[in-house]
C-alpha cells in the first residue's frame, strides 16, 4: 500500500516541476527573445519615451501580444508611427501584436477630439481630406489647441497639444481597428 502512495506522490511531484519548468521557460522566452529584442528596436526611435510589453492577452488567447509604446513630446506622428510599425515588420514572424499608443492626453484635449472627429470620419467616406484639415484647424484655433493632421494611403494621423499635455489618435482609412 505504501508502495502505491509513493507512486502516486511522486507522478504529482513530476507534473508540478514539469508544469514549473515549461511557465518558467515561457516567462524566460517572453521575456528575453521577445520583450528586449522590442526594446531595443524602439530605443532609436526619437519621440519614443517608453515601451511595455503585455503577453497576459497572448496566455488567454495564445495569439496576441500587446505594445503599449508611450510617446513624448513629438513633431510628427505620422513619421513616429510609420517608423513604428516598420520595427515591428521587421522583426517578422508570425505573432500578432496590439499596438497602443500612449501620451500624455488631458480632458480638455479628449474633449477638443470630440468634437472634431466627426471631421475626420466625414473624410474617410467622402474623401475630402483637405476639407477636413481646414476645418480642425479652424475649431483648434477657437480652442486654442495646437494641431497637426497628416494623411497617408492608410491612416489619419491628428496630434494636439495644449498647455504641455499631448494627444495622439490614429485613426485608419478602412474600417479597421482606430489607435488612441
Do not use: C
Not at 511522486?10 to 522566452?29: K, N
Not at 480632458?107 to 474623401?127: K, N, R
Amino acid at each position: 500500500m505504501q508502495d502505491n502512495s509513493m507512486k502516486w506522490l511522486l507522478g504529482v511531484v513530476t507534473v508540478i516541476v514539469t508544469l514549473a519548468l515549461l511557465l518558467g521557460g515561457q516567462f524566460v522566452w517572453n521575456r528575453y527573445a521577445v520583450a528586449k529584442p522590442l526594446d531595443k528596436m524602439f530605443n532609436g526611435i526619437q519621440g519614443v519615451e517608453q515601451v511595455t510589453v503585455d503577453f497576459n492577452d497572448q496566455i488567454k488567447s495564445n495569439e496576441q501580444v500587446s505594445i503599449q509604446v508611450k510617446l513624448g513630446d513629438i513633431d510628427n506622428l505620422q513619421k513616429v508611427y510609420t517608423e513604428v510599425i516598420k520595427n515591428l515588420e521587421k522583426k517578422g514572424g508570425t505573432q500578432k501584436y496590439d499596438l497602443v499608443i500612449q501620451d500624455d492626453r488631458s480632458p480638455e484635449l479628449e474633449d477638443f477630439y470630440y468634437s472634431v472627429h466627426y471631421y475626420i470620419q466625414e473624410a474617410i467616406v467622402t474623401g475630402k481630406f483637405a476639407v477636413m484639415a481646414e476645418r480642425i484647424q479652424s475649431q483648434s484655433n477657437s480652442a486654442g489647441v495646437n494641431t497637426q493632421v497628416y494623411v497617408d494611403t492608410d491612416n489619419i494621423y491628428l496630434q494636439m497639444k495644449k498647455n504641455g499635455r499631448a494627444m495622439y489618435v490614429i485613426t485608419p482609412r478602412s474600417h479597421s481597428k482606430e489607435v488612441r
